[in-house]
């Protein structure tokens, strides 16, 4: 099963606007992180928080993490349409081999209109 | 420097027959994940390799899906008997160790059984 849900599944606004993502997660995390993935192919990091940070800043972006809630936001502040991508975040999952991989969720679709 | 690099690009096949996706990580990665990625689906792990240990291929969907990694580098991903339900993207990614580290993500090869 997914560890991270993201929400909305799709989001569309117009350039110059903020968007606002949500990722809900089961367990306790090591690091949150989000990445986006333009066109169905490769994904690209963006960013990482750690389990003890509030919030973290790069760019355009920022990023929420509330560990009581398990829940992270990402922002985009003045989107472009350049942001128009699939987003995704991913929890650290221990597996029974001992080692930890990250898994993603489904995604939210970004859509940003000129 | 040069990224994860993955070939071919696309892969169109008939059903029965036997596929062999590759993939070049990052040089000095010491962690190569394979995901699949199914249409409009988050990303599905399917096999980790760290190191020179065993790896771990928990998320394998059937015995028709093998995967092996040469002298700790470039990674084949074998899919035997394909069948219709194979199709999607199957991506690779590269970390400098596991522990839910960045990952460095290829632009996947797109896999289409007819």
């Known amino acids: 099963s997914q560890q991270g849900e993201e929400d909305p599944q799709a989001l569309s606004i117009q350039e110059g606007e903020n968007a606002t993502m949500n990722c809900s997660y089961k367990t306790s995390i090591n690091n949150l992180q989000w990445y986006r993935q333009n066109s169905g192919r490769g994904l690209v990091h963006l960013i990482l928080?750690?389990?003890?940070?509030r919030e973290k800043h790069s760019g355009r972006l920022r990023v929420t993490l509330d560990t009581s809630k398990k829940s992270s936001s990402l922002l985009i502040t003045a989107s472009r349409a350049a942001d128009t991508a699939s987003y995704f975040c991913a929890t650290v999952l221990w597996r029974n081999s001992g080692y930890s991989t990250l898994t993603f969720g489904k995604g939210t679709m970004l859509l940003v209109s000129p | 420097g040069a990224g994860v690099s993955q070939s071919p690009s696309n892969k169109v096949t008939e059903k029965g027959k036997d596929v062999e996706l590759r993939c070049d990580p990052i040089?000095?990665?010491?962690?190569l994940y394979w995901y699949r990625q199914s249409l409009g689906q988050g990303l599905e792990f399917l096999i980790y390799?760290?190191?020179?240990?065993?790896?771990?291929k928990s998320g394998l969907p059937s015995d028709r899906f093998s995967a092996e990694r040469t002298g700790g580098s470039v990674s084949t991903l074998t899919i035997q008997r394909t069948q219709q339900e194979d199709s999607a993207v199957y991506l690779c990614a590269s970390s400098t160790r596991s522990g839910g580290r960045e990952q460095y993500f290829g632009p996947g090869t797109r896999l289409t059984v007819t």
């Open positions: 040089s000095g990665h010491t962690a």
């Open positions: 928080i750690r389990s003890n940070e």
């Open positions: 390799f760290q190191g020179n240990s065993a790896p771990d």
